[in-house]
T-cell receptor, first 114, second 114 residues
Framework: DAGVIQSPRHEVTEMGQEVTLRCKPISGHNSLFWYRQTMMRGLELLIY????????DSGMPEDRFSAKMPNASFSTLKIQPSEPRDSAVYFC????????????FGPGTRLTVL | AQSVTQPDIHITVSEGASLELRCNYS??????LFWYVQSPGQGLQLLLKYFSGDTLVQGIKGFEAEFKRSQSSFNLRKPSVHWSDAAEYFC????????????FGRGTSLIVHP
């Protein structure tokens, strides 16, 4: 398996633009997580899905952030409009739920909003 | 709610020296504990995990960790550090009866001097 795949790996955009981050989880995993990592706040859980259904989005910072999981093999995190303070590394992770299993992380998307 | 504390933001060691990274948790019952490593530009990767049984667990890359209930700790150790161990290390806890979502510590950055 190729592991969790994220695209793009790097994104530079201007304030006000829409940004879409993509994630393909490991085949067979039924839970998917979106995290944001910054120096100031560390690793923050934004939202997680179980069986393609959003379970907890309390970590989503604002209404500008939205996430979808239309099927078991694809998820998106969208920021519209983007702001400089959204600059961070965004990670997607997947795992098999229902037990104390490990999460498998993607390589991350480094987002820079100018 | 559970919490995880990694008291050391940075640790500097010389190559070949021993290493101990500290992790303390706050939770009433026995948690399920993990250590992850994040190499520069990459996502987090599981080093080892503790669920039950032997309190000394072995992981990949020569790492081990010991669960000490009396101290609410799960410290990570390595007898001889290699330059390639320079990375960010995260301790995480998952509690029973919950959603199996890990709570991560803020991380400890390991710097290895030649």
């Amino acid at each position: 398996d190729a592991g969790v795949i994220q695209s793009p790996r790097h994104e530079v955009t201007e304030m006000g633009q829409e940004v879409t981050l993509r994630c393909k989880p490991i085949s067979g995993h039924n839970s998917l997580f979106w995290y944001r990592q910054t120096m100031m706040r560390g690793l923050e859980l934004l939202i997680y899905f179980n069986n393609n259904v959003p379970i907890d989005d309390s970590g989503m910072p604002e209404d500008r952030f939205s996430a979808k999981m239309p099927n078991a093999s694809f998820s998106t995190l969208k920021i519209q409009p983007s702001e400089p303070r959204d600059s961070a590394v965004y990670f997607c992770a997947s795992m098999n739920s229902g037990g104390f299993n490990e999460q498998f992380f993607g390589p991350g998307t480094r987002l820079t909003v100018l | 709610a559970q919490s995880v504390t990694q008291p050391d933001i940075h640790i500097t060691v010389s190559e070949g020296a021993s290493l101990e990274l500290r992790c303390n948790y706050s939770y009433g019952a026995t948690p399920y504990l993990f250590w992850y490593v994040q190499s520069p530009g990459q996502g987090l990767q599981l080093l080892l995990k503790y669920f039950s049984g032997d309190t000394l667990v072995q992981g990949i890359k020569g790492f081990e960790a010991e669960f000490k209930r009396s101290q609410s700790s799960f410290n990570l150790r390595k007898p001889s550090v290699h330059w390639s161990d320079a990375a960010e290390y995260f301790c995480a806890v998952v509690t029973s009866g919950g959603s199996y979502i890990p709570t991560f510590g803020r991380g400890t950055s390991l710097i290895v001097h030649p």
